[in-house]
């Protein structure tokens, strides 16, 4: 009792400097949901006892560039999460999240948004999500790769999905060696929440060969919305429009001292115009080299293709990326990775930056 009394003082005070807004109080009203029905569950079992905890991450950075872009510079900071997760009986929970860096405005203000908010149901070998939730599109390969805090994964960082969405996500682990998983979301991501017609549909199977390994297939069908088409460029005054599909492909190694990944994603008809498309690979490997250190590199590729009556490349993410850094960790709470990253973003120009990333997570 004295830790939730604590947390909604705490929250309070959260809401308050950030301003309060719906998002904030909406997040308020659920964690007071939470709580209030704890007492319903807590006659389920003498041997279970519900219980909850706080979340609370944040992501802060510094980088500089050399060369030409020796100018820019300065402190960052990508994720602000403070939540509550409450487990109300053994197969059954509840969670909220609000990301208090979760965008900028088009004044560089800090945008908040309620990144979760979702109930689960975990028996049996399922596990169902319904609400706003994590989706599977790319979050075994974050898991995989190690170093969220310090870049997003292949898709996230090419904006080829959203991480998480609002809809049903449901999994199942048939033995050791398969599982399945499957989603029916809005599409839009969690920062843009409407209702329509069109909905993305997903489905994927991960096979564990042997141990410590792992093949990923995955694909999905987001159905054709007008409102939602990418914008036409200048030059092109006509597109055919269709449904727009992603495809993911994934192998991985991950024990307790190594941990790497080999990825291909492709969207198809992206923005829903056909022939619109873009892929690319990602390879990365983190290796333990002592007890509180770790060292990683990336290399990504990203490339894309133009509809017949585009007359210049769409896409300004095409290129490649490489990267390389060292991770000390002096407390399970916080990790601290100096990295050096090389971008040519449209092969012809290189940008290089040194950065220092720090995660919080308690």
């Not at 706080?54 to 939540?83: M, P, Q, W």
């Not at 007008?226 to 495809?247: F, I, M, N, V």
Request: hydrophobic share 35%.
């Amino acid at each position: 009792m004295r830790l939730q009394c604590c947390f909604q003082i705490f929250t309070l005070y959260f809401v308050k400097k950030l301003g309060m807004g719906m998002k904030q109080l909406s997040f308020i009203i659920c964690i007071i949901i939470l709580q209030g029905i704890n007492s319903c569950f807590a006659q389920d079992s003498t041997a279970f006892k519900p219980s909850g905890k706080i979340i609370a991450r944040s992501f802060i950075d510094y980088s500089t560039g050399f060369g030409h872009v020796n100018h820019e510079k300065g402190f960052d900071i990508t994720r602000a999460f403070l939540g509550y997760n409450y487990k109300f009986t053994r197969t059954f929970s509840g969670q909220v999240i609000i990301d208090g860096a979760s965008g900028k405005s088009s004044s560089n203000d800090i945008e908040v948004h309620l990144r979760n908010a979702f109930v689960n149901w975990s028996d049996k070998g399922f596990n169902i999500n319904v609400g706003l939730t994590g989706l599977m599109q790319f979050s075994i390969q974050e898991n995989y790769f190690m170093h969220r805090y310090v870049l997003k994964s292949f898709q996230d960082l090419n904006k080829m999905a959203p991480s998480v969405d609002l809809g049903v996500t449901a999994e199942y682990k048939f033995n050791d060696y398969i599982s399945a998983d499957v989603s029916i979301t809005n599409g839009e991501g969690y920062k843009k929440i409407k209702k329509d017609n069109n909905m993305r549909y997903a489905a994927g199977i991960s096979l564990h060969p042997i141990k410590n390994t792992i093949l990923r297939v995955y694909a999905d069908i987001y159905n054709d919305d007008e409102a939602g088409r990418d914008a036409l460029p200048e030059s092109a005054t006509d597109a055919k429009y269709k449904d727009q599909y992603s495809l993911s492909l994934f192998a991985g190694y991950q024990d307790k001292n190594i941990s790497g990944g080999v990825e291909y994603n492709r969207v198809y008809n992206k923005g829903f115009i056909e022939k619109k498309d873009y892929y690319g690979y990602s390879a990365y490997a983190s290796g333990k080299v002592a007890s509180k250190w770790r060292v990683f590199a990336r290399y990504d590729l990203m490339d894309s293709t133009n509809p017949d009556n585009f007359t210049s490349p769409w896409n300004s993410l095409d290129g490649q990326l490489m990267m390389i850094g060292v991770e000390f960790q002096p407390l399970k709470q916080l990790k601290i990775a100096p990295n050096f990253r090389n971008i040519n973003a449209d092969r012809s120009k290189s940008e290089q930056y040194a950065y220092i990333n720090i995660e919080f997570n308690l």
